[in-house]
C-alpha cells in the first residue's frame, strides 16, 4: 500500500459533461485514489469537447498544472481518462524534466489507478493473478523510463541516453515473458475452477451484481450469515465469494463478486471473465443499486452494459434498490408504484427497496428471492417434491 501522506492532483475535461456530473467523476476517482493512500489536495477541469493529442489538456492548462505541482511538492498526477502512450511520453517529459533534481512525479490514468487498486485489494492467486495479467497488458504500450518506478519504487534524476533505452527494452522483453507466464498460470487455475463449478452445477445459483460499494456484500452477510469483508471503500471485494444457503427446505449457492465502476479496464474485464462465469452461469441476478446516490441510474447503465459485454444480460434478475434509509435523510420520499413503474419501463420486471444496514424489508426480498429459486430448483427436479412441498423460511440454514 502507498503511504498515505502521497499527495495527488485529478485532472477531468469537463465538456460535454455538466458541471455537476464532472465533479461526481472526479469524487469518485478521489475516493480511489484515497483507498491506495494517495490523498487528492486540487481538482484541474478544463472544458476541451476532445482530448488534446499532445497532453490531454492544452499547454497553457498544462503549465498551470505544472506549476502547481512543483510548489506544492505533488508527488501523483492522476488522469480521469485513459492516456495514449504518446500522451503519457508527453506528460512525462512536463513533469520530469531531464536532469530535474526535484522527486519524480507518477502520473496515473483512471485504467492504471484501478488496476493498481485491484492488484491491493486480490487475496486469491487466481485474483493475483488475473490483476497483474491486465496490468502488464495495459503497462506494455506505455512503458516508458519513468514508469519503471512503478515497479522498482526508484526515485531518480531522469537519465538520459543509451543506458536508458537498453533498460526499457529489457524492461519491455521482461514484462512480454511475465505476461506469457501469467497466462499459462492463469490457464491452469481456470481449468481448476471448471472442474469445481462442475461440481455445482446440480444446485440453483444466485449471483450479486451492481456498482462497486453499493452494499452488495452486507446483503451477502445478511442472505447467508457469512462474515464477507464488508467496507465503505471502492471494491472492498475483488475475489468471487460463494456460500450454501438454504431458505425453507430449497438449498442454493449465492455468490458475491467484483463491484463493477465505469471505465473500467478492457484488459481487467478480459483477465476477470473466468471470477465473472459465477455471474455467467448464474440462474437469478441481484442487481444490488444504491438509490441514495445521486447518479444511481448512471450506475445502473454502467452495470448492465458491462453484463451485456461479459454475456449476462439475459439471465432473470431482481433489482434490489438499496440503501433507502438514506434515501428518506436526504429527504426524498419512497413512491413505491411511480418508482416500480420506472425501473419496469427500463426493464426490470422485478423490483424491491430495502436497507441492508437497517435491515429493512430484507424478508420480503428473502420472499421474493426463494420463490425465483423455487421455480428454478423444480426445473432442474421436475420429479423431486410437489411444488406444494415448499416452504419458505426467511432464515438461512447450514
Avoid at 498460470?185 to 445459483?205: A, D, F, S
Amino acid at each position: 500500500m502507498l503511504k498515505q501522506d502521497n499527495k495527488a492532483i485529478l485532472i477531468a475535461l469537463g465538456s460535454p459533461r455538466s458541471a455537476t456530473e464532472t465533479k461526481e467523476h472526479l469524487d469518485e476517482l478521489s475516493f480511489l485514489a484515497e483507498t491506495i493512500g494517495i490523498h487528492t489536495i486540487r481538482q484541474f477541469v478544463q472544458n476541451l469537447t476532445h482530448p488534446d493529442s499532445r497532453f490531454f489538456i492544452g499547454k497553457g492548462k498544462l503549465t498551470e498544472v505544472v506549476d502547481f505541482v512543483v510548489a506544492n511538492k505533488v508527488t501523483n498526477v492522476i488522469f480521469d481518462d485513459d492516456l495514449s502512450p504518446s500522451q503519457l511520453r508527453n506528460l512525462e517529459k512536463e513533469f520530469n524534466p531531464k536532469n530535474s533534481e526535484r522527486a519524480t512525479v507518477r502520473i496515473y490514468d483512471r485504467s492504471l489507478l484501478i488496476l493498481d487498486l485491484f492488484l491491493w485489494r486480490a487475496q486469491t492467486a487466481q485474483a493475483k493473478t488475473q490483476v497483474e495479467l491486465a496490468r502488464n497488458q495495459y503497462l506494455l504500450p506505455r512503458l516508458t523510463r519513468m514508469w519503471t518506478h512503478l515497479e522498482r519504487q526508484r526515485g531518480g534524476t531522469g537519465t538520459r541516453g543509451g543506458a536508458g533505452e537498453r533498460e526499457l527494452e529489457t524492461d519491455r522483453r521482461n514484462i512480454r515473458n511475465q505476461i506469457d507466464i501469467l497466462k499459462e498460470k492463469l490457464k491452469k487455475i481456470e481449468k481448476q475452477r471448471v472442474t469445481q463449478r462442475k461440481g455445482r452445477g446440480n444446485v440453483v445459483r444466485v449471483a450479486l451484481v451492481g456498482y462497486t460499494n453499493v452494499g452488495k456484500s452486507t446483503l451477502m452477510n445478511l442472505l447467508s450469515g457469512s462474515g464477507v469483508l464488508s467496507e465503505n471503500k471502492l471494491f472492498a471485494t475483488v475475489d468471487a465469494t460463494v456460500r450454501k444457503v438454504t431458505f425453507g427446505n430449497i438449498p442454493f449457492l449465492l455468490s458475491d463478486t467484483v463491484g463493477f465502476i465505469r471505465k473500467l479496464p478492457h484488459h481487467l474485464i478480459e483477465s476477470f471473465k473466468s471470477t465473472l462465469d459465477e455471474v455467467r452461469e448464474a440462474d437469478l441476478l441481484l442487481h444490488v443499486v444504491d438509490i441514495a446516490h445521486p447518479f444511481h441510474d448512471n450506475q445502473i447503465e454502467v452495470v448492465t452494459k458491462t453484463l451485456q459485454e461479459i454475456g449476462a444480460a439475459n439471465i432473470r434478475t431482481i433489482l434490489v434498490l438499496n440503501k433507502i434509509d438514506l434515501y428518506r435523510k436526504q429527504g426524498h420520499q419512497i413512491q413505491v408504484d411511480e418508482m416500480t413503474g420506472y425501473y419496469r419501463q427500463m426493464g426490470y420486471e422485478k423490483v424491491i427497496f430495502i436497507s441492508a444496514t437497517g435491515n429493512e424489508n430484507i424478508v420480503a426480498l428473502k420472499q421474493m428471492i426463494f420463490e425465483e429459486v423455487k421455480h428454478r430448483h423444480l426445473q432442474l427436479y421436475p420429479n423431486s417434491l410437489k411444488e406444494d412441498g415448499f416452504e419458505f423460511s426467511p432464515w438461512p440454514r447450514e
